[in-house]
C-alpha cells in the first residue's frame, strides 16, 4: 500500500505567475484535502475534493483552485501568485467521505520571490 | 478566529521525562480529535486520536485524556526519547462541516539526551 505523494518537492515562482501542485492519495482513499502550512504555523483548510467535485473550502480567494481525476489524484492551482503564498503545500486523503483517519504527504515547498 | 488554541509554544524535557502538550476548543460540534507529529520537512503524521465520548487513550508511550465539559484535551508523552524531537500538532473535526480539520498553531518538543 503506498502513501500520499507529492509533487514537486520544492518550488520557486514570481509573484504574478501561476503554479500547479499534485497529489496523488493513498491506495483506497478517495477524498483528499489541500492544506497551506506557513513557517512555524499549524496547517490551514483550503478545499476538500470527492467524487471530483470542491465540496468545501476554507477562507482563501478563488484563486486557489483545484481538480481531482477519477484515480482520485488531485491538483492545486494557485493563480496570480503572491509573496504571502510562499508555504507548504500539504495534500490528505482518506478513506471516505467523512473518514476521520486522514492521512497527509510530504508536501510541496512552495516560494514566491 | 483561532478555532483551537495550543500550548506550550515549545518545550524542553529531558530524556526520560514526561511531555504534556494541551489544547483547548470552543466548538462543541467538533466530534474528533488527532494529535499529529511533523519532523522538519516532513508532513505530518498521524499519531493517535480520541472522539468525545472517551476520556482517555493510550497507544504505547502516548496518551491522549480528554475533558469534554473543560473543551479541553491534552498528550502525554511517557518515557519521552530525544527521537520524539518534533512539532506536534492538535486538530479538531467537524464531521458536519465536510470533515475539515482545524488545526493548533503547533508545539516544538525538544527532548535532551
Known amino acids: 500500500e503506498t502513501g500520499v505523494t507529492q509533487s514537486p518537492t520544492h518550488l520557486i515562482k514570481t509573484r504574478g505567475q501561476q503554479v500547479t501542485l499534485r497529489c496523488s492519495s493513498q491506495?483506497?482513499?478517495?477524498?483528499v484535502s489541500w492544506y497551506q502550512q506557513a513557517l512555524g504555523q499549524g496547517p490551514q483548510f483550503i478545499f476538500q475534493y470527492y467524487r471530483e467535485e470542491e465540496n468545501g473550502r476554507g477562507n482563501f480567494p478563488p484563486r486557489f483552485s483545484g481538480l481531482q481525476f477519477p484515480n482520485y489524484s488531485s491538483e492545486l492551482n494557485v493563480n496570480a501568485l503572491e509573496l504571502d503564498d510562499s508555504a507548504l503545500y500539504l495534500c490528505a486523503s482518506s478513506s471516505r467521505f467523512g473518514g476521520a483517519e486522514q492521512y497527509f504527504g510530504p508536501g510541496t515547498r512552495l516560494t514566491v520571490t | 478566529q483561532q478555532q483551537v488554541k495550543q500550548s506550550p509554544q515549545s518545550l524542553i524535557v529531558q530524556k526520560g521525562g514526561i511531555s504534556i502538550i494541551n489544547c483547548a476548543y470552543e466548538?462543541?460540534?467538533?466530534?474528533?480529535f488527532p494529535w499529529y507529529q511533523q519532523f522538519p520537512g516532513k508532513g505530518p503524521a498521524l499519531l493517535i486520536a480520541i472522539r468525545p465520548d472517551v476520556s482517555e487513550k493510550k497507544e504505547g508511550r502516548f496518551t491522549i485524556s480528554f475533558n469534554k465539559s473543560a473543551k479541553q484535551f491534552s498528550l502525554h508523552i511517557m518515557d519521552s526519547q530525544p527521537g520524539d524531537s518534533a512539532t506536534y500538532f492538535c486538530?479538531?473535526?467537524?464531521?458536519?462541516?465536510?470533515?475539515?480539520?482545524?488545526f493548533g498553531s503547533g508545539t516544538k518538543l525538544n527532548v535532551k539526551p
Open positions: 491506495s483506497g482513499h478517495n477524498t
Open positions: 486538530a479538531a473535526r467537524r464531521s458536519d462541516n465536510f470533515n475539515k480539520f482545524y
Open positions: 466548538n462543541t460540534a467538533f466530534d474528533y
